[in-house]
């Protein structure tokens, strides 16, 4: 997990010039869903997530580990992970985007900020085109950041069996819910220096 978050911090701010206030990570995301279903309402959460958000550059990214999604039902669980998503062999979904609608003088330090975010959502190795509403919010200079969406199993290829699909809706409710600190640029000696120019 630790070289997962390195590599997903790297890839999205090496763009981005150094400034310890622009950028902000999370190992501890959350990531709910939700489906309302006759029989029974299936829902799960993931609370270690990955998350990446850069306020300079207006980049994000998230990526959820699988089988870190925990059910109610032991055997649900069971099901999601072997005969729906195919954990082992598509263990994480990712999403890797662009912030819209920040102010042009920047992010405030108060109140709530009504943002959409664009980009490609990866599931079950399926790559699709969203554009997801959500907001963003200074909280004890952490910033917070909320969505709320709908994906539907049979974008991402997701084979439910007939019997099961004839009792659950079609799309699932998504929620996310991050809080990420600041993140710390490396001191000036470690940073990589531009070289003299020869004579």
Do not use: W
């Amino acid at each position: 997990m630790k070289r997962l978050f390195t590599l997903l911090a790297a890839t999205l701010l090496l763009a981005a010039p150094l400034s310890a206030q622009q950028r902000y990570t999370t190992r501890s995301a959350s990531i709910d869903f939700f489906s309302d279903a006759p029989l029974e309402d299936i829902s799960a959460k993931n609370t270690q997530v990955t998350a990446a958000i850069d306020l300079l550059s207006q980049q994000m990214a998230f990526v959820a580990t699988m089988k870190e999604f925990v059910f109610p039902d032991g055997l649900m669980q069971a099901h999601f992970n072997e005969n729906f998503v195919e954990s082992e062999k598509y263990p994480r979904a990712t999403f890797s985007g662009r912030l819209l609608g920040i102010p042009e003088s920047g992010m405030p330090t108060a109140g709530i900020v009504p943002v959409e975010v664009e980009g490609d959502l990866t599931i079950h190795g399926v790559k699709r085109r969203v554009k997801v509403p959500g907001t963003l919010e200074f909280i004890d200079k952490q910033l917070v950041a909320k969505a709320k969406f709908s994906v539907a199993p049979a974008d991402y290829k997701i084979d439910i069996p007939s019997l099961i699909k004839e009792h659950i809706a079609k799309t699932v409710d998504i929620t996310v819910y991050a809080v990420c600190a600041p993140q710390i640029a490396p001191p000036v000696s470690q940073q990589q220096a531009t070289p003299p120019a020869r004579p």
